[in-house]
Nanobody
């Protein structure tokens, strides 16, 4: 059974940092592209960062470029998201996902391309 479990969320003040983690079991993540998505109340799920199977390529949503950094540790089946310079608009539930996106569109981080999902970790940023 595939399981992705996120951790590291919390409540922080604007300008602060968080490091989200995603622990995978039942699946070898080295076979999959990985991504982080977020969803705020009343808004659609948004892909914020993705990384290819060996970590050599990454892509980010424009809204987070320069502040978010995605990384992976295939040996330990872990995915990470370093979030710096947090803003109130970053408040959302953050999800990790594993999939095999279309090579032509993988930088667009489409949710439909990702097969396995975690339950999410909440990030709340106060001003």
């Amino acid at each position: 059974q595939v399981r992705l479990v996120e951790s590291g969320g919390g409540s922080v003040q604007a300008g602060g940092s968080l490091r989200l983690s995603c622990a995978a079991s039942g699946v070898t993540i080295s076979s999959y592209s990985m991504a982080w998505f977020r969803q705020a109340p009343g808004k659609e799920r948004e892909g914020v960062a993705t990384i290819n199977t060996d970590g050599s390529f990454t892509a980010y949503a424009d809204s987070v470029k320069g502040r978010f950094s995605i990384s992976r540790d295939n040996a330990n089946n872990m995915l990470y998201l370093q979030i710096d310079s947090l803003k109130p608009e970053d408040t959302a539930m953050y999800y990790c996902a594993a999939g095999r996106p279309n090579p032509q569109t993988w930088r667009l981080i489409f949710a439909a391309d990702f097969r396995y999902w975690g339950q999410g970790t909440q990030v709340t940023v106060s001003s």
